[in-house]
């Protein structure tokens, strides 16, 4: 089951082995309504080449790195649809993750959620 991830639920500090992962892997744009996977530089370089973003590499750089143009390249993207992982996470608990809950910053853990979702 693949679901979206809401930044307010759950978010850290994604390291670049996953942030590359996840592009590579769960990429993709729309193109007149249709989801396209990140595979071609040319439309990454048709849509971003004016931030100097000319491939996949260079997003996957702005997003690690939270560069001067992150903005730009998560408006460019789609969500990425993760699957679910199989233990308690996301149950509608609003607690704070140190309180036990499900939302809150997960700092490093975050990237261990990203291995099992991926």
Do not use: W
């Amino acid at each position: 089951m693949l679901q979206k991830v809401e930044p307010y639920v759950t978010y850290g500090y994604p390291n670049l082995k996953n942030v590359k992962e996840l592009v590579y892997k769960k990429g993709y744009t729309r193109i007149d309504k249709k989801a396209v996977p990140l595979t071609d530089n040319n439309i990454i370089e048709q849509a971003l080449g004016k931030y100097g973003i000319i491939c996949i590499e260079d997003i996957i750089h702005e997003i690690a790195n939270v560069g001067p143009h992150f903005k730009e390249v998560v408006l460019f993207m789609g969500h990425l649809m993760l699957s679910k992982p199989e233990d308690r996470l996301l149950r509608g608990k609003k607690q704070p993750y140190r309180e036990g809950g499900d939302a809150g910053n997960r700092e490093d853990e975050i990237n261990d959620l990203i291995n099992k979702m991926n």
